[in-house]
């Protein structure tokens, strides 16, 4: 049973480029969050999508945009990247209808370095 | 969601028990107190969870004080392969509800 499952796993960018990062979540689960982690940081939270809709946001600007397709997959884009976007982008999934835990499972990430 | 408060790393020696505290002072009645752990470049892994109720599986247990101030997260027999950062969260279960990750516990498991 595959898991959570990110690409690229390494991409470097310069600065005002645009990136898309994808995640196709695990075999069940239908929601899916964005996770951006910087360097020595916890994951911050950047959205969710759930039935093909953005349900939560964190405190990140309008250059973190996503989408989630109707077979779950999920994408991330950054458009006018910042040094400072570099961080590795995890993505989590999870299923509303799990009974009790509500756990999330996070795929290995993808390192984006901006230059 | 409540915060959580954890050192910021430990020491545990091969084959000891590891004992990772947290305080969540704030808790709320209906938020769950979750651990997870990150080891390096790697996304973090669900260890375990309860509401008040001490709780036990595979990989650890979960005591958490009868005012649910604070808990710690026991690893009976730590190995080396636990080496990696230890994340505290409460938060109320919810398919909706964003986790928040602290700065968590980096466990060094030393031979």
């Known amino acids: 049973d595959a898991g959570v499952t990110q690409s690229p796993t390494h991409l470097i960018k310069t600065r005002g480029q645009q990136v898309t990062l994808r995640c196709s979540p695990k075999s069940g689960h239908d929601t899916v969050s964005w996770y951006q982690q910087a360097l020595g940081q916890g994951p911050q939270f950047i959205f969710q999508?759930?039935?093909?809709?953005?349900?939560q946001r964190g405190n990140f600007p309008d250059r973190f945009s996503g989408h989630q397709f109707p077979n779950y997959s999920s994408e991330l884009n950054v458009n006018a990247l910042l040094l400072g976007d570099s961080a590795l982008y995890l993505c989590?999934?999870?299923?509303?209808?799990?009974?009790?835990?509500?756990?999330?499972?996070f795929g290995a990430g993808s390192r984006l370095t901006v230059l | 969601d409540a915060k959580t408060t954890q050192p910021p790393s430990m020491d545990c020696a091969e084959g000891r028990a590891a004992n990772l505290p947290c305080n969540h002072s704030t808790i709320s009645g209906n938020e769950y107190v979750y651990w997870y752990r990150q080891i390096h470049s790697q996304g973090p892994q669900y260890i375990i969870h309860g509401l008040k109720n001490n709780e036990t599986n595979e990989m650890a247990s979960l005591i958490i004080t009868e005012d649910r101030k604070s808990s710690t997260l026991i690893l009976p027999h730590a190995t080396l392969r636990d080496t990696a950062v230890y994340y505290c969260?409460?938060?109320?279960?919810?398919?909706?509800?964003?986790?928040?990750f602290g700065s968590g516990t980096k466990l060094n498991v030393k031979p």
């Open positions: 989590a999934s999870s299923h509303p209808g799990v009974s009790g835990a509500n756990v999330l499972t």
């Open positions: 999508y759930y039935e093909e809709e953005e349900r």
């Open positions: 969260i409460v938060r109320v279960i919810s398919n909706f509800n964003k986790f928040y």
